[in-house]
């Protein structure tokens, strides 16, 4: 199984906190650093909240090898004519090592905290589609054309791509999303869930591939989520009771929680039975949240740990 890092700034973080997170990742030898795309979250104090393009396109300047990903870009908030060029243009910048997820949206919370319009789900998952067979069309060679209800496009886009620049769908939908990963994603990603959930979907998945005539076999099926892992036991306890503390919760209530959502949790044995489970599913990427940018402490033994257990 591969390993990327995942951050989501809304909650916080510099883009030097992201940049020496992206550049861990890198010295790690990790297959790409991640981050989301959200302008805004309730808290106080109230977090920064960075752009998500302007930052990878820093990154993309400022690292050597790493992949760098949005994951993913709500259609709420780009037009897909601006999602095509921001993307090729930090693809060029990297030298083709950006990797372009989209989605539906989902907060309403940012939409309505910055004017932004929030449609009906019907309509957000009929704009993602049409935003998808934009991006296919804008980054072909050549002059292409689309029509749909929501998005028009009669151009020679340039520039294009650089590298294979994958495209992710992300969501955890039972039907819709996953077809729509089949019919136009390279890479299917969902939220940490317990394998018998997420197996149907990655079912679906590779039916809508098939009936779409692409390989089912060449889309990444990938996951995101905390982890929390120890040496042992005593080391998982220790950590398992602050991470408890610092959202207010007994560490029993916390731990029966987060087992219940299928993310790997416990000492070396215990997590590569939950990462075995993932695998058979048809899992092969991990991306691994972590939330405070500004405490890279420990990342190195948790993705030991966790390579060790694959």
Same mark, same amino acid.
């Given at each position: 199984?591969?390993?990327?890092?995942?951050?989501?700034?809304?909650?916080?973080?510099?883009?030097?906190?992201?940049?020496?997170?992206?550049?861990?990742?890198?010295?790690?030898?990790?297959v790409?650093?991640?981050?989301?795309?959200?302008?805004?979250?309730?808290?106080?104090?109230r %977090?920064?909240?960075?752009?998500?393009?302007?930052?990878?396109?820093?990154?993309?300047?400022?690292?050597?090898?790493?992949?760098?990903?949005?994951?993913?870009?709500?259609?709420?908030?780009?037009? %897909?004519?601006? /999602?095509?060029?921001?993307?090729?243009?930090?693809?060029?910048?990297?030298?083709?090592?950006?990797?372009?997820?989209?989605?539906?949206?989902?907060?309403? /919370?940012?939409?309505?905290?910055?004017?932004?319009p929030?449609p009906?789900?019907?309509?957000?998952?009929?704009?993602?589609?049409?935003?998808?067979?934009?991006?296919?069309?804008?980054?072909?060679?050549?002059?292409?054309?689309?029509? &749909?209800?929501?998005?028009?496009?009669?151009?020679?886009?340039?520039?294009?791509?650089?590298?294979?620049m994958?495209?992710? $769908?992300?969501?955890?939908?039972p039907?819709?999303?996953?077809?729509?990963?089949?019919?136009?994603?390279?890479?299917?990603n969902?939220?940490?869930?317990?394998?018998?959930?997420?197996?149907?979907?990655?079912?679906?998945?590779r039916?809508?591939?098939?009936?779409?005539?692409?390989?089912?076999?060449?889309?990444?099926?990938?996951?995101?989520?905390?982890?929390? $892992?120890? $040496?042992?036991?005593?080391?998982?306890?220790?950590?398992?009771?602050?991470?408890?503390?610092a959202? &207010?919760?007994?560490?029993?209530?916390?731990?029966?929680?987060?087992?219940?959502?299928?993310?790997?949790?416990?000492?070396?044995?215990?997590?590569?039975?939950?990462?075995?489970?993932?695998?058979?599913?048809g899992?092969?990427?991990?991306?691994?949240?972590?939330?405070?940018?500004?405490?890279?402490?420990?990342?190195?033994?948790?993705?030991?740990? /966790?390579?060790?257990?694959?």
């Open positions: 199984m591969d390993f990327a890092l995942m951050t989501e700034p809304q909650f916080g973080g510099t883009y030097q906190e992201q940049l020496a997170a992206a550049r861990w990742a890198e010295q790690a030898g990790l790409a650093f991640a981050r989301s795309d959200h302008y805004y979250f309730k808290r106080e104090p %977090p920064e909240a960075t752009d998500a393009f302007a930052v990878l396109a820093g990154l993309a300047r400022e690292t050597e090898k790493i992949r760098l990903c949005v994951l993913v870009s709500p259609i709420t908030f780009r037009h %897909p004519a601006v /999602l095509a060029k921001t993307a090729a243009t930090i693809d060029q910048m990297s030298g083709g090592r950006l990797d372009l997820g989209v989605g539906t949206g989902w907060l309403q /919370l940012e939409h309505d905290a910055f004017g932004l929030f009906a789900l019907d309509e957000r998952f009929g704009r993602l589609e049409e935003a998808l067979i934009y991006l296919k069309a804008a980054f072909a060679d050549g002059p292409q054309s689309f029509t &749909g209800r929501y998005y028009e496009l009669d151009a020679d886009v340039r520039p294009n791509p650089v590298g294979p994958p495209i992710i $769908v992300g969501g955890q939908g039907t819709r999303t996953p077809r729509l990963a089949g019919t136009f994603a390279d890479e299917f969902h939220f940490i869930a317990h394998p018998s959930d997420i197996a149907p979907k990655i079912a679906r998945v039916r809508a591939a098939q009936a779409s005539g692409r390989d089912p076999d060449r889309i990444t099926m990938s996951v995101m989520g905390p982890v929390l $892992v120890g $040496v042992d036991q005593t080391d998982y306890r220790r950590k398992l009771e602050a991470a408890a503390a959202r &207010g919760d007994e560490p029993e209530e916390f731990e029966r929680r987060w087992a219940s959502y299928g993310i790997p949790l416990g000492p070396p044995p215990q997590v590569a039975e939950t990462l075995a489970g993932l695998r058979r599913a899992i092969t990427k991990f991306y691994v949240q972590h939330l405070d940018l500004a405490d890279l402490a420990g990342l190195d033994q948790t993705f030991e740990l /966790l390579r060790s257990s694959t």
